[in-house]
Each structure stands twice: as C-alpha cells, then as structure tokens.
C-alpha cells in the first residue's frame, strides 16, 4: 500500500527565513503534486514534478523530486505572510488506467512577521 | 476558481439521512474524483469515474455510491448517515486521469455535517 509521508506537519517560521518541507513516499511513482489549501478553501495546484531530477520554481516555492529517494521537497525561501497555508504532497498511483492520489497528512505553515 | 463546480457548499443533516453532493468538471474534462476532508484521516480518494464509467475505487464505504451522467457532472450519494461521515468532501476533475499525466483540479468542497 502507497504511503506518503510529510514532515513537519506544523510549521512556524518568521518572515524572511528559509526552510523546508519533506515529502517521502513508499514505492515506485513518477509523478508527485504539491498543493497548497487556504483554511476553509480548496486545494491549488502548485506543482506537478514528473520525472527524476524536476525542479520547479515559482515564486518564493521551488519544488524538487528524487525518485531513486522517493523524496520531494518543497523549498520555501524568504517567507511572507501571504505563505501561511497548508501544503499537501500527493502521489499519483496510476493502476490499470486508472488514476488517484494519496496525499500526505499537510504541512501546517504559519509564517509570522 | 478551478473551473470545478459542486454544490451545495454546506449541508447539515441528521443520523441515518441521505444526501447528495453534486459536481461539475471543468469544461473538457472527462474524469471526475471524489476525495474525503477529515481531521482524523486526512485527504482520502473515494472514487473516480471517467467519461461516465467506474474507473477506480479507494476508500469508499457501502453507503456510500457514485455516479457519472452522460453530461458529465457527477453526483456522490451519501446515505444512513453517521457522526463519523461529518466531513469536506471534494470533487476534482482532470482531462483524462487514465495515464498519470494529468492533474486534478479541485472543486471549492461540500461541508457536510451530521448531527
């Protein structure tokens, strides 16, 4: 069974500072997701990363994926307040023409000036 | 705005009841999902239909059914409703879903609390 871990799953950070967010998962895939929710809203695609050695920047966000590691991590530099969201890594588990997404619990991120 | 719609946005209801949440995709898309919000368990996929046909079933309980109608929308029918099924439900919807190549658009949620 697919698992996807995230890691911290709350994040407290001053503006300005850099840091990052871990996501492992559990056996083969090459397609992983970040999204981010506001409290209450829906989930917004950041980022989609489809093959060993992606990196994808935008903005303050740049996201990379290790598939040997089965690791992606979602760098986040200079915070500002407007980052404060939730984060989901999610893990396509394609399966005989089928699709579905096992998300990570969240990262909680809660930037303070 | 993803381009996904559901309806209605909140409900609440009592113990054993059935209620029905509804979704549009974004136009041109042919598989829609339903994924479960809660506290305790997280994101969870329910189901997925594409272009009107069962494709893919996760997490989904025996009162719980799907469908996809020729238009597309879909509709999660929820029934003998529980404490436990309290949650945000989603819909997502992608061009195809059938070969890991696309991603999913989330709709805006149906809260749904049972009392």
């Known amino acids: 069974e697919l698992k996807v871990e995230q890691n911290p799953l709350f994040l407290s950070m001053q503006e300005g500072k850099n840091y990052t967010i871990y996501c492992n998962y559990s056996t083969t895939s090459d397609r992983l997701y970040w999204y981010r929710q506001d409290p209450g809203k829906s989930l917004e695609s950041l980022f989609v990363?489809?093959?060993?050695?992606a990196v994808k920047q935008e903005g303050r966000l740049m996201a990379s994926l290790d598939t040997k590691a089965r690791l992606s991590t979602l760098h986040i530099t200079a915070a500002v307040h407007d980052l404060s969201a939730t984060y989901f890594c999610?893990?396509?588990?394609?399966?005989?023409?089928?699709?579905?997404?096992?998300f990570g619990k969240g990262t909680k991120l809660t930037v303070n000036p | 705005d993803s381009g996904v719609t559901q309806t209605p946005k909140h409900l609440i209801t009592a113990t054993g009841q059935r209620v029905t949440l509804r979704c549009s995709p974004r136009?041109?898309?042919?598989?829609v999902y339903w994924y479960q919000q809660s506290l305790d368990q997280g994101l969870q996929f329910l189901i997925q239909?594409?272009?009107?046909?069962?494709?893919a079933k996760g997490n989904i309980l025996e009162r719980f059914s799907a469908q996809q109608f020729p238009d597309l929308h879909s509709e999660l029918n929820l029934s003998s409703l529980e404490l436990g099924d309290s949650a945000l439900y989603f819909c997502?919807?992608?061009?195809?879903?059938?070969?890991?190549?696309?991603?999913?658009?989330f709709g805006p949620g149906t809260r749904l609390t049972v009392l």
């Open positions: 136009s041109g898309d042919l598989s």
């Open positions: 239909y594409y272009n009107g046909e069962e494709r």
């Open positions: 990363l489809l093959s060993n050695g």
């Open positions: 997502a919807s992608s061009v195809a879903g059938t070969s890991g190549m696309d991603t999913q658009y």
């Open positions: 999610a893990v396509d588990r394609t399966q005989g023409g089928s699709e579905k997404l096992v």
